[in-house]
């Protein structure tokens, strides 16, 4: 069974320090991972996946996020955090075997001006 | 750029009600599914819904729930006699028909059982 976990329930730091949110998976078979954001009261939006290829991807809004197969993680980053970054954010994991995203349990990302 | 479009934005029930929650995925996409999420907290997993058949249900997803495509353009989610836990946010969410690809979400029903 597919599962991800997300260690941290909040990450917090100053605006203009870069970011991190954490990411670990556990699927059967190829891992597609994905990265979705939730502002308040709002639906989850995406941010970027990594399917194949380069283990760096680029999203959208400056992210990016590191595959590491070894260690079995998928951790978001940004260089240069904003205070508009503040939100949820999701990790979602889909294999190759199953078509439904399992969502990790979230992280409160809050940029401190 | 398409959208996914959830109706009603916000629904109040009464207990041992029956809801019907409506959802317009992206025209073009294949799979469906709706996730629910209480308090802020985790999305979960409902159901996926695949060539006019439940492909994928999770133990949330017990007979009280059931979903339909009944037009070919919208895809519901009934829930029968609701329950005060049944109050959360659902999202209904498409995607194209290829797995590598993500999920559109729509902006989400507010579910509350009073």
């Known amino acids: 069974a597919q599962s991800v976990a997300q260690p941290e329930d909040q990450v917090n730091v100053a605006e203009g320090n870069p970011l991190t949110v954490k990411c670990t998976y556990s699927v059967s078979g190829n891992p597609y991972l994905f990265w979705y954001v939730q502002y308040p009261n709002r639906g989850l939006q995406f941010l970027l996946k990594y399917i194949t290829g380069d283990n760096l991807v680029k999203g959208s809004y400056g992210f990016e996020a590191e595959f590491n197969k070894s260690q079995t993680s998928f951790h978001l980053k940004k260089p240069s955090a904003l205070v508009s970054d503040s939100a949820l954010y999701f990790c979602?994991?889909?294999?190759?075997?199953?078509?439904?995203?399992?969502f990790g349990p979230g992280t409160r990302l809050s940029v401190l001006p | 750029e398409p959208e996914v479009t959830q109706t009603p934005s916000h629904q109040v029930t009464q207990m041992g009600q029956e809801v019907i929650l409506r959802c317009v995925p992206i025209s073009n996409h294949l799979y469906f599914y709706w996730y629910r999420q209480i308090l802020g907290q985790k999305v979960e997993f409902l159901v996926s819904?695949?060539?006019?058949?439940?492909?994928?249900k999770s133990e949330i997803f017990d007979d009280q729930f059931s979903v339909e495509r009944p037009d070919g353009s919208n895809f519901t989610l009934k829930i029968r006699s609701t329950k005060l836990e049944d109050s959360a946010m659902y999202f209904c969410?498409?995607?194209?028909?290829?797995?590598?690809?993500?999920?559109?979400f729509g902006q989400g029903t507010r579910l509350t059982v009073v």
């Open positions: 969410a498409s995607s194209p028909q290829t797995l590598n690809t993500e999920a559109f």
């Open positions: 979602a994991v889909r294999d190759n075997y199953g078509q439904n995203f399992v």
């Open positions: 819904f695949y060539n006019n058949e439940i492909s994928e």
